[in-house]
């Protein structure tokens, strides 16, 4: 099973086996399954995008799953791209607010938290951020949106395989 979902792939890799619902099928998230083609050479990263990317940890992959260099060793397959890394990341990342139902209780502090984390990105002079969760892609776009149009024109927000299918063009 794939999923590019990074609660669906703790939920499906840790929490099921924990509870007595082990599926006995392999579970991989998005990235590792790129990592696993990249590193096999069936997939070529050919594209140069010669912009500056940092990549955000959504909680579920990273701290709870420790899936933190298949996403980075991906990118940095792509010729010309710059990875640089935010100041929180990997184990001490910041949350983006995406997750947790957050939103839904507390919709300010979550968007708060999504431009606390876009301001981040900023300030490493990232072009384009990048995350393995759909969740944390929907919560930075609107913690971007939260900043003048001027600020937020100068950054992207993307999910690893849209980046990847951008270098495979």
């Given at each position: 099973m794939i999923t590019p979902c990074a609660g669906c792939y703790k939920t499906f890799k840790n929490v099921y086996p924990e509870v007595g619902h082990d599926l006995g099928i392999e579970v991989y998230?998005?990235?590792?399954?790129l990592s696993k083609l990249v590193d096999e050479k069936r997939l070529t990263l050919h594209r140069a995008l010669s912009q500056k990317i940092?990549?955000?940890?959504?909680?579920?992959?990273?701290?709870?799953?420790?899936v933190f260099d298949e996403p980075r060793n991906v990118l940095r397959?792509?010729?010309?791209?710059?990875?640089?890394?935010?100041?929180?990341?990997?184990?001490?990342?910041?949350?983006?607010?995406?997750?947790?139902?957050l939103a839904g209780v507390n919709p300010n502090l979550a968007l708060e938290m999504a431009?606390?984390?876009?301001?981040q990105a900023f300030a490493?002079?990232?072009e384009i951020i990048?995350?393995?969760?759909?969740?944390?892609?929907?919560?930075?776009?609107?913690?971007?949106r939260t900043l003048p149009r001027e600020e937020r024109e100068k950054l992207k927000i993307m999910d690893m395989v849209e980046i990847i299918v951008d270098a495979m063009r």
């Open positions: 998230h998005t990235v590792h399954y940092t990549y955000h940890d959504p909680c579920d992959l990273g701290r709870a799953c420790r397959q792509i010729p010309a791209l710059e990875l640089v890394e935010m100041e929180n990341n990997r184990m001490a990342a910041l949350c983006c607010g995406a997750g947790g139902g431009a606390a984390r876009v301001r490493v002079g990232a990048v995350s393995g969760c759909p969740a944390c892609k929907d919560n930075l776009g609107k913690g971007l």
